[in-house]
Nanobody
Framework: QVQLVESGGGSVQAGGSLRLSCVAS????????MGWFRQAPGNEPEGVAT????????CYANSVKGRFTISQDNAKNTLYLQIDSLKPEETAMYYC???????????????????????WGQGTQVTVSS
């Protein structure tokens, strides 16, 4: 079973930056979809960004394009999310997740869907003040 542990969250002022990390253990698949999600209190989880290890293709929610960057260090089994120009409304618990093996959605929207992801970390809190 894949185990995921997030880190890097914190409290920042609007416009600030953070770099989130997700270390994956027991990761043995050469092709797997990884993603970052966030959930604010009272809201449904929201797909933020995904990374497909098979070809390096990325997908971003429209709201974060140009400000968030997802990447992966295969040697370290670590997924990253570089977050720039944070907004107060983006305060949330941020989770990394791994999709069910063999899940390769054809559209970006589909790749941001929570139903595709089987393994989840415990989350790291991001708080943005105005």
């Amino acid at each position: 079973q894949v185990q995921l542990v997030e880190s890097g969250g914190g409290s920042v002022q609007a416009g600030g930056s953070l770099r989130l990390s997700c270390v994956a253990s027991r990761y043995t698949y050469s092709r797997i979809l990884m993603g970052w999600f966030r959930q604010a209190p009272g809201n449904e989880p929201e797909g933020v960004a995904t990374f497909f290890s098979g070809d390096g293709r990325t997908c971003y929610a429209n709201s974060v394009k140009g400000r968030f960057t997802i990447s992966q260090d295969n040697a370290k089994n670590t997924l990253y999310l570089q977050i720039d120009s944070l907004k107060p409304e983006e305060t949330a618990m941020y989770y990394c997740a791994a999709a069910t093996p063999g899940a390769w959605p054809s559209t970006c929207l589909a790749r941001l869907g929570t139903s595709l992801f089987r393994y989840w970390g415990q989350g790291t809190q991001v708080t943005v003040s105005s």
